[in-house]
């Protein structure tokens, strides 16, 4: 069983920055893919990036891509998300999953979910 705990959210003028991370403990979850995903205020589950164990492939969705940044460090148990460029359309709970058994977009592929960190961008 793995257990995951996000931090680094909070509120942040758009235009800022902030870098979410997603500590790790149990099971192997180094060999695990893991993903960040978001939910804003009445709106659907939606994928932001994921990447795989070994930080050779990564996926980030297009709304972020060029402003957010996905990374591993496997010796802290720990992904990061770094997001710059922060926009009130960035406001959401950021959830971070861990699959066994693929990189994917999709969340029904991930086996293991941290409770979420708020991240609120005003406008």
């Known amino acids: 069983q793995v257990q995951l705990v996000e931090s680094g959210g909070g509120l942040v003028q758009a235009g800022g920055s902030l870098r979410l991370s997603c500590a790790a403990s149990?099971?192997?979850?180094?060999?695990?893919?893991m993903g960040w995903f978001r939910q804003a205020p009445g709106k659907e589950h939606e994928f932001v990036a994921a990447i795989t164990w070994s930080s050779s492939m990564a996926y980030i969705t297009d709304s972020v891509k060029g402003r957010f940044t996905i990374s591993r460090d496997n010796t802290k148990n720990t992904v990061y998300l770094q997001m710059n460029r922060l926009k009130p359309e960035d406001t959401a709970v950021y959830y971070c999953?861990?699959?066994?058994?693929?990189?994917?977009?999709?969340?029904?592929?991930?086996?293991?979910w941290g409770q979420g960190t708020q991240v609120t961008v005003p406008s």
């Open positions: 149990g099971g192997t979850s180094s060999n695990y893919a």
């Open positions: 999953a861990a699959s066994r058994s693929r990189l994917s977009r999709r969340n029904y592929d991930y086996d293991y």
